[in-house]
T-cell receptor, first 113, second 114 residues
C-alpha cells in the first residue's frame, strides 16, 4: 500500500537552529511529494512540493529534495524562527490511480526565542 | 480571491443525530476532497469528487457517511446516526483539477458528538 512515515515529535529547537524533519514513503506508483504546514489556529497550507526524482521544492527558507533511491523527502531549514512553530505534514499523491493525499502523522515543531 | 470555506466551523451534536457539513470550494476548481483529522488517526482521506461524481468512496468509514456535490461546486458531507468516534475535524480541499496539484484546504468543521 501507500504510506508516509514521519519523524516523531514533538520537536523543540532554539531560534536560528538547523531543522531536519525526516519523511520516508512507500508507494505502489510514482508519487508527487508535498510538505503541508498547519500554523496554530489556521488551516493546512502547502509549504512546498516536488513532482519527480531529484526535484527540490523550496519556500520560506525550507527545502526538501525528492530522493527516489532512499524513498525520502526530508524537510530542512538552515535557521528557524519562532514563527515557524507549527505542525508539519509530509504527504504523497499518486499521479495515477486514487486521487488523494496520503499524509504522515505530523510533526509538531516549537521554536523557542 | 476567496478560499475554500466550510460551515459550520463548530458543531456539537448528540449521539444518534444526523449532521450535515458544507464545503464551498474555490471557484473554478473541478476537484473536491474531504478528509478527517482526529487525534488517534491523523489525517484520513474520505472521498473525492471530480465534477459531481465520486469515483472513489473507499475512504468513507461506514455506510453512515455519505457525500454529494451539486453543480460542480458546493459539497455536503452527511453523517447519519452519529457516534462518539465520529468526533473529529472534517477538512475540505479543492484543486484546479485531479492529479499531483496543490490542494487548497478550508478551515475545517470541528464535530463533537456527545
Amino acid at each position: 500500500g501507500n504510506s508516509v512515515t514521519q519523524m516523531e515529535g514533538p520537536v523543540t529547537l532554539s531560534e536560528e537552529a538547523f531543522l531536519t524533519i525526516n519523511c520516508t514513503y512507500t508507494a505502489t506508483g510514482y508519487p508527487s511529494l508535498f510538505w503541508y504546514v498547519q500554523y496554530p489556529g489556521e488551516g493546512l497550507q502547502l509549504l512546498l512540493k516536488a513532482t519527480k526524482a531529484d526535484d527540490k521544492g523550496s519556500n520560506k527558507g525550507f527545502e526538501a529534495t525528492y530522493r527516489k533511491e532512499t524513498t525520502s523527502f526530508h524537510l530542512e531549514k538552515g535557521s528557524v524562527q519562532v514563527s515557524d512553530s507549527a505542525v508539519y505534514f509530509c504527504a504523497l499523491n499518486l499521479i495515477q490511480g486514487a486521487q488523494k493525499l496520503v499524509f504522515g502523522q505530523g510533526t509538531r515543531l516549537t521554536i523557542n526565542p | 480571491g476567496a478560499g475554500v470555506s466550510q460551515s459550520p466551523s463548530n458543531k456539537v451534536t448528540e449521539k444518534g443525530k444526523d449532521v450535515e457539513l458544507r464545503c464551498d470550494p474555490i471557484s473554478g476548481h473541478t476537484a473536491l476532497y474531504w478528509y478527517r483529522q482526529s487525534l488517534g488517526q491523523g489525517l484520513e482521506f474520505l472521498i473525492y469528487f471530480q465534477g459531481n461524481s465520486a469515483p472513489d468512496k473507499s475512504g468513507l468509514p461506514s455506510d453512515r457517511f455519505s457525500a454529494e456535490r451539486t453543480g460542480g461546486s458546493v459539497s455536503t458531507l452527511t453523517i447519519q446516526r452519529t457516534q462518539q468516534e465520529d468526533s473529529a475535524v472534517y477538512l475540505c480541499a479543492s484543486s484546479l483539477r485531479l492529479g499531483p496539484n496543490e490542494q487548497f484546504f478550508g478551515p475545517g468543521t470541528r464535530l463533537t458528538v456527545l
